[in-house]
């Protein structure tokens, strides 16, 4: 990458909400694990375990910054569901077998599926509670909320 390019991913990162960046990890760790698959379909065993690492590294970074002091029995199934996915994850290196990498790889995509639409949800739900005090007229502004991500 050229330093214009690492220039704006290094603002886009910066400039991120939580959740944004929470969508851009999925879509990373998406976006190696049809890497990795490429690698194994062109048998590039070098860049297969590197794609599959940084899968495993983004999904290890969801796995430990889950809060189950927030929802205990949500952050229990993702972690269960993220330890599945490192297993996956390892039988497809230890195997060399692209049949992990698509099964985690649809997970991931439905999971970031569901957090932006929660996310936007998210949004909406405190849009229209700002326009209920707004239209009471009242000088109380909103309690602050917790950011959503805090879920995780």
């Known amino acids: 990458m ?29 976006r190696f694990l049809g890497m990795g698959i490429q690698a194994i379909e062109k048998e590039m065993i070098d860049k297969r ?39 996956r994850l390892q039988d497809a290196n230890v195997n060399n077998d692209t049949e992990p990498l698509e099964e985690v790889k649809t997970m991931l995509s439905d999971l970031r599926g569901t957090w932006a639409q929660a996310i936007e949800l998210n949004k909406q739900d405190s849009k229209a509670i700002k326009k209920g005090y707004a239209a009471v007229g009242s000088d109380v502004p909103p309690a602050p909320r917790k950011s959503f991500v805090a879920a995780m």
Not at 5 to 25: C, F, G, K, W
Not at 75 to 82: F, I, M, T
């Open 2 to 30: 050229n330093g214009y390019t690492n220039q704006y991913l290094a603002n886009t990162v910066n400039s991120a909400s939580p959740e944004q960046l929470m969508l851009m990890l999925y879509d990373g760790a998406i």
């Open 49 to 87: 375990a590197y794609y599959i690492n940084k899968a495993s590294a983004i999904i290890s970074e969801f796995a430990a910054t889950l809060d189950h002091s927030q929802d205990a029995n949500l952050a229990e199934n993702l972690d269960a569901l993220y330890n599945y996915m490192l297993g």
